[in-house]
């Protein structure tokens, strides 16, 4: 089974940009769609994007759709998000998750789909 580790984690000002990596610990990512969360404070986790298993698709909640580029690498070790024009309703803790099984539609954004979760990276964008 696979273990997500993320880093790239940060601060920067508003309109800036920040990438963030996701690597498979204990096997790749092939196998698996990996999915980006955020949790700010004192809120729920939220759905930021998902990646299939191929890396060919993506998929982007409305807030972050244009801004937030969600890719695989071809090694399938590592999944990156590449977050722009960021604004402080983007600060959060950043997470990444897996799951080996084959998830569609609603499914894709939900946290208790995914079975594999890394340990988070925090995300802060100051005005």
């Known amino acids: 089974q696979v273990q997500p580790v993320e880093s790239g984690g940060g601060w920067v000002q508003a309109g800036g940009s920040l990438r963030l990596n996701c690597a498979a610990s204990?096997?790749?990512?092939?196998?698996?769609?990996v999915a980006w969360f955020r949790q700010a404070p004192g809120k729920e986790r939220e759905f930021v994007g998902a990646?299939?298993?191929?890396?060919?698709?993506?998929i982007y909640s409305d807030s972050v759709q244009g801004r937030f580029t969600i890719s695989k690498d071809n090694a399938k070790t590592t999944v990156f998000l590449q977050m722009n024009s960021l604004t402080p309703e983007d600060t959060a803790v950043y997470y990444c998750?897996?799951?080996?099984?084959?998830?569609?539609?609603?499914?894709?954004?939900?946290?208790?789909?995914?079975?594999?979760w890394g340990q988070g990276t925090q995300v802060t964008v100051s005005s």
């Open positions: 998750a897996a799951d080996g099984t084959l998830l569609t539609g609603a499914r894709l954004r939900l946290v208790n789909t995914y079975s594999y």
């Open positions: 990646i299939s298993r191929g890396g060919y698709s993506t």
């Open positions: 204990g096997d790749t990512f092939s196998r698996y769609i």
